[in-house]
């Protein structure tokens, strides 16, 4: 089974809609991450997550909320969905070991028409 | 602000050929990681280079590290049709441990016959 999962693994949406995206790992990992990929544009950060007390935002988060309801679980919200939101999100974990090595679920792509 | 620069963007290259990924950066940094994405999947750590001078090598592919240079390479070597996937550098802002992780916009790599 893979060690970090999310869904749904596909959306297709309208504007203005609320949609939810799930990650959950099974690594054990206190930190958890959101990002989104636009096509030649490399990942963004939305919100990253210390532990589940702990949630900070990163370099786009307006437009998204998230929620850390266990240490496994990391959920992304979209409270109201507009197009240009449309792309691939990838949740990911990591140890704050010496490397600290961020690993990423299979993504979800997200279509806001 | 941290920024990091790839290229090629666009690489095809035949195989058995030999070829170099760049990665530029522009503030003092800790550490970097290269991660490999193939079409439509999930970001595969490949290294992570934590001191000047560090070299990592896995089957054809192998990274340096040069901090006082802000630069790092991915050295492609005999390519193969395998090795055909979009190559990220990933480098942390200072003191962040590694989750204010920049990006790089990705180096696609086409291996042909």
């Known amino acids: 089974d893979a060690d970090v999962t999310q869904t749904p693994r596909n959306r297709i949406t309208k504007t203005g809609k609320r949609i939810m995206l799930e990650c959950s790992q099974t690594?054990?990992?206190?930190?958890m991450y959101w990002y989104r990929q636009d096509p030649g544009l490399g990942l963004q950060l939305i919100y990253y997550?210390?532990?589940?007390?702990?949630?900070n935002k990163g370099e786009i988060s307006d437009g998204y909320s998230v929620s850390r309801q266990a240490q496994a679980k990391f959920s992304l919200s979209l409270e109201s969905a507009i197009p240009n939101q449309t792309a691939l999100y990838f949740c990911?974990?990591?140890?704050?070991?010496?490397?600290?090595?961020?690993?990423f679920g299979p993504g979800t792509r997200l279509t806001v028409l | 602000e941290l920024k990091v620069e790839q290229n090629p963007l666009f690489l095809s290259m035949q195989e058995g050929k030999n070829y170099t990924i760049y990665c530029n950066y522009s503030?003092?940094?800790?550490?970097l990681y290269w991660y490999r994405q193939d079409p439509g999947k999930s970001l595969e750590s490949l290294f992570v280079?934590?001191?000047?001078?560090a070299v990592k090598q896995e089957g054809r592919l192998m990274a340096s590290l040069d901090t006082k240079a802000r630069l790092s390479t991915l050295h492609i070597t005999a390519a193969v049709h395998d090795l055909s996937a979009t190559y990220f550098c990933?480098?942390?802002?200072?003191?962040?441990?590694?989750?204010?992780?920049?990006f790089g916009k990705g180096t696609k790599l086409s291996v042909i016959p």
């Open positions: 990911a974990t990591s140890d704050p070991t010496v490397t600290d090595t961020q690993y």
């Open positions: 503030t003092t940094s800790d550490r």
């Open positions: 990933a480098v942390n802002q200072p003191g962040a441990g590694s989750y204010q992780l920049t």
């Open positions: 280079l934590l001191s000047n001078g």
């Open positions: 690594k054990g990992h206190d930190r």
């Open positions: 997550s210390f532990d589940v007390k702990d949630i």
